[in-house]
């Protein structure tokens, strides 16, 4: 499946929503917008994960990239739309602390005021 997303601009946040779970089929084309849209945006950053039922390595390790080259920029990695399952994923391998998390993009949105 090639990798297709969705933008949306929430006041300065800027949202980008991969159509599909991200796995190291596509990561390569999301790590490539998603540090684009870091640049753009001087780290004003979400990452909704609604699509993902599930991240696999190659997936975690580009999400901490996206983290670091947010850092910085002096912005936190926000994600939204994280699943019972990504999110577990996330504290199993330890990975929490390097996002905030947020249930929806207006509460990421809130988090740059």
Do not use: W
Not at 15 to 28: D, H, N
């Amino acid at each position: 499946m090639p990798y297709a997303s969705t933008k949306q601009t929430h006041g300065a946040l800027t949202i980008v929503r991969p159509t599909s779970t991200l796995t190291a089929e596509i990561t390569e084309e999301f790590a490539a917008e998603a540090m684009a849209e870091v640049s753009r945006t001087a780290g004003r950053l979400a990452i909704d994960l609604t699509a993902s039922a599930f991240l696999d390595s190659r997936a975690l390790e580009v999400l901490l990239d996206v983290a670091e080259a947010s850092g910085n920029a002096g912005q936190p990695c926000r994600l939204v739309g994280v699943s019972d399952t990504v999110n577990e994923i996330l504290q199993l391998t330890n990975l929490t602390d390097a996002f905030r998390i947020f249930e929806d993009a207006p509460a990421a949105a809130r988090d740059l005021a």
